[in-house]
């Protein structure tokens, strides 16, 4: 069983920055054999894909919506995973998810995680 804890959400005028965090624990969970990403859910939209990062942190990929201007990266020693988003527009508003994927490379498509977090909302005001 894997714990997915998001946190660095909140307001933010358009422009501005955030950095989400998203702490993972488990007794039997390695945090290092895993791909995480993070995927974000505006209201009456679907839950779309940001970024992800294998387990080694060696590769990533992002949303066309974001690439530029986020930036995931992981730290395999302290079980975190982090969203650093720069140049926010009002369109990213959205809740923001921390997921665990099923295999060490990272994969950009939601089913291939099979662990989430409660989320964290973020809100970018023009």
């Known amino acids: 069983q894997v714990q997915l804890v998001e946190s660095g959400g909140g307001l933010v005028q358009a422009g501005g920055s955030l950095r989400l965090s998203c702490a993972a624990s488990?007794?039997?969970?390695?945090?290092?054999?895993?791909?995480m990403g993070w995927f974000r859910q505006a209201a009456g939209k679907e839950r779309e894909f940001v970024a992800a990062?294998?387990?080694?942190?060696?590769?990533?990929s992002y949303g066309d919506s974001v690439k530029g201007r986020f930036t995931i990266s992981r730290d395999n020693a302290k079980n975190m995973v982090y969203l650093q988003m720069n140049s926010l527009k009002p369109e990213d508003t959205a809740i923001f998810y921390c997921?665990?994927?099923?295999?060490?490379?990272?994969?950009?498509?939601?089913?291939?995680?099979?662990?989430w977090g409660q989320g964290t909302q973020v809100t970018v005001s023009s």
């Open positions: 990062i294998s387990a080694s942190g060696g590769a990533t």
């Open positions: 488990g007794r039997t969970f390695t945090f290092s054999l895993y791909a």
């Open positions: 997921a665990a994927g099923r295999r060490a490379y990272y994969s950009t498509s939601a089913i291939d995680f099979n662990s």
